[in-house]
């Protein structure tokens, strides 16, 4: 019995440490030990119970009411507000699509508007749900453009069933101006995706620091979603997607009584659903409390403020825009490849994750702070520094000129699997024995950069398909 959890830890520190604060990308880290046992012993307890029927599971409901009236209040939701908690963000994101779409049945060929920068969930929600994506070129100031925005909901009113805005955006960490989008989709649903900034924001306003407007308190925005498992130093697994009335919350139901079992009743994308994450965010939560976010909040951006200074004294690295929030995209001078900065950095335990180029930007390196982060800012900028000098030493990453002007004209349609397994191969992501996942990933970084995105998206398609194998 004890040997499959021995296994479980043995197989677990090959994993990116989830605690320490050194771990820039996919995990948040409150640095309180204490506070993550207790959200750890909430999903044990609830890990059986069901989230299908809240009449069965009543302490579900009422965990789930306090999570949605704590976060109505942080957003500064009016008192008719309605919402749910949702698996994680791209749950939320798909809901606010799905919600917007079947809110307007009448609409044949539904439309949203969305900037460049909005994340890839609301893609997914796209191709989902047959909800055409309008994309919108961002400014020069990498936010969205509120005056191309209004053009492109104007271009088709009609069709129009939603407008996406981001506080702030993953991969440049910026607020998008909500009131102007928001008041130019009069009558047009207006979601705003603070899913990475919307626990943290509201606490810099309270600590007095300078935050563009994005809440319901914008006139417009008719929905937020929020999660827990970001900024709300919750164990993963768990998000907010808040309404501002229950009757705009009413289209993401789906109800189905014409069936011989039980009348399947959903607020979300899953039936079934582990009582745990609800339980772990709401422990969290209620440890935490207001006091509790505001002190995690100063340190999240004084490791900000002090990392954001540091970049700008080293000479190599820029930051992309100053940020809003907690998220920081910084590229890299000629001297020094982004790519062999990101594995440097991993060789001394920091783990940052690489942004490819988009629309004409270099690629860049992407850093989410967590509280926990500030105690080592220091040795976060002296691992920095280092790195960039051992990048600079390694030398520009250099694909074959030859390569790289096939990988360009490649059209992934026209690939076979025996095309994708030579490309794998060719890629370094593959070896001798299958799949491999390189330790140092600048080259295969390099290349997939040259490709296009449709390409890179088919390879690495391939590579999860080939990874992703039965045991047996
Ligand atoms: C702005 C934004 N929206 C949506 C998501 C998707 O969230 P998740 O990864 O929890 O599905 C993220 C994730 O980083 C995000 O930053």
Excluded at 12 to 36: E, I
Excluded at 109 to 121: E, N
Aim: charged letters at 20%; a negative charge.
């Amino acid at each position: 019995m004890t040997d499959a959890l021995a296994r479980l830890r043995t197989m677990q520190a090959a994993d990116l440490p989830v605690h320490g604060g050194r771990t820039l990308a996919y995990v948040y880290d409150s640095g309180l030990p204490d506070v993550d046992a207790i959200g750890r012993e909430a999903v044990a307890a609830y890990a059986g119970s069901n989230g299908l029927d809240p009449t069965a599971f009543p302490s579900l409901l009422q965990m789930e009411n306090d999570l949605v009236g704590f976060a109505a209040d942080l957003l500064d939701a009016p008192a008719e507000a309605a919402g749910t908690v949702t698996s994680g963000g791209t749950e939320s994101c798909l809901l606010a699509v799905q919600s917007a779409r079947d809110g307007r049945p009448e609409v044949e060929r539904p439309r949203m508007v969305v900037p460049s920068t909005v994340h890839a969930a609301f893609l997914k929600a796209a191709h989902y749900f047959g909800v055409e994506a309008v994309v919108v070129p961002v400014g020069p100031d990498f936010r969205a453009d509120p005056a191309a925005m209004v053009a492109a909901i104007d271009e088709d009113r009609d069709r129009t069933v939603l407008v996406v805005v981001s506080a702030p955006s993953y991969a440049h960490g910026v607020i998008d101006p909500v009131p102007p989008v928001a008041a130019a989709a009069r009558g047009i649903r207006c979601h705003v995706d603070a899913c990475i900034g919307g626990w943290v924001l509201p606490y810099a306003a309270r600590i007095g620091r300078d935050v563009a407007p994005w809440t319901f308190a914008v006139d417009g925005v008719t929905s937020i979603s929020v999660d827990l498992h970001k900024y709300g130093y919750a164990p993963k697994g768990t998000s907010v997607l808040l309404h501002r009335s229950s009757d705009l919350r009413r289209s993401q139901y789906f109800a189905y009584a014409d069936w011989p079992g039980y009348t399947m009743l959903n607020s979300t994308m899953q039936s079934t659903k582990s009582g745990g994450p609800l339980a772990g965010a709401w422990a969290v939560v209620e440890s935490l409390g207001h006091a509790g976010y505001e002190k995690l909040t100063r340190d999240v951006f004084e490791a900000t403020d002090r990392i954001v200074a540091g970049l700008d004294e080293i000479p190599a690295l820029s930051v992309i825009v100053a940020p809003d929030s907690t998220l920081v995209a910084f590229a890299t001078d000629g001297s020094c490849d982004a790519f062999t900065l990101c594995d440097e950095m991993a060789s001394r335990g920091w783990h940052v994750q690489p942004q490819m180029s988009y629309d004409g930007q270099p690629p860049t390196v992407h850093l989410s702070m967590s509280a926990a982060t500030l105690a080592h800012v220091d040795e976060f900028l002296s691992a920095l520094e280092e790195s960039v000098a051992a990048a600079a030493a390694v030398g520009p990453v250099t694909v074959d000129p030859e390569i790289a002007a096939f990988i360009e004209a490649l059209d992934p349609a026209a690939l076979t699997d025996a095309d994708f397994d030579g490309l794998l191969l060719a890629a370094g992501l593959a070896g001798g024995d299958g799949i491999a996942v390189p330790e140092r990933m600048a080259e295969v970084n390099a290349m997939l950069d040259l490709a296009s995105p449709r390409m890179r998206e088919a390879l690495l398609v391939a590579f999860l398909d080939r990874l992703q194998r039965p045991t047996r």
